[in-house]
């Protein structure tokens, strides 16, 4: 598929073969392997797909990138804040170690580990970016500041008069995409391979999302939010605070979005989704 400067090539990351194929046609400087089955809850339900896509779908773009035998390729693996788990430790760094609590987790552990074992091992630049939550207007729907900000602009539109959620307390470290993927590139730019937490070093709970995305609009979340106990998780994660100092240091990266407009802007790309003027709110 072609578009002005972007080619979409199809293929599955379980298929080796069609992923040898590709690098081999494709011959890119960069390879950014985003690819996942990455909600953690449905990690649960489908373990082995799960596992199949995260773990082993890593590998095998691995493989692909060192079988073409071609020392110029830069890796970029989608590792996750969610490889620390419950852990004691916090913030959470490169040093603090794995507790992994999801099927999703425990894949990209096993990600991990190859991603640092392909640039030991084989001398591949290959970099592990930690990063902890990333959010935009262009997140799933069934993630929960999407789930909010969707819900939100359906109960303004008269669409639905309830929003179910599960655990209201979990803390996450929530930060903007677009700050993230530079994060990424700015990686691939350095001299070597390496591993880097990207975060931005303050936790928020689900709750304060609710006030935050429902306060913009005047509204008391508590009037239609209810929790509905298929949301909760076996295992959650109840704190995620990252420390990116290693990355602010070697990369020169920083988050410049906050979470306060990062949320408005989710809320005013949804309120317009419903054909809802965004202005009428004051933004
Ligand atoms: N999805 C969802 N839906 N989460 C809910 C809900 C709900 O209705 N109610 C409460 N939560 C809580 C979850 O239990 C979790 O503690 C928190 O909200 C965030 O959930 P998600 O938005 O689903 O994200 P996540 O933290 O589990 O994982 C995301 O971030 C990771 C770190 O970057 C995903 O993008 C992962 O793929 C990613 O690795």
New binding site residues.
Partial sequence: MQGDSIYLHFGDITDSSRLNDLINQVEPNEVYNLA?Q????ISFDEPIHTSEVVALGALKVLEAVRNIGSSHIRFYQ?????VYGNVEASPQDEKTPFHPD?P??CG?VFAFHQVRLYREAYGLHASNGI?????SPR??E???????TRGLARIIAGKQDK??????????DWGHAKDYVQAMWMMLQQASGDDYVIATGKSYS?RDYLDISFGSLGLDWSDYVE??QN???PI???E?IGDSKKARNALGWEPKISLEDLAREMVATDLAHEGIDPAQFGF
């Fill in positions: 996942a990455s909600h953690v809850q989608a590792t996750t804040s969610e999801n999703y987790a990209k990063l902890f939550n990333h959010e997140r799933g069934n993630f929960v500041t999407r789930k909010i929003l179910l959620l599960g655990n209201l307390d979990a803390r996450r689900v929790i509905d949301l909760l998780r959650d994660v109840s995620f």
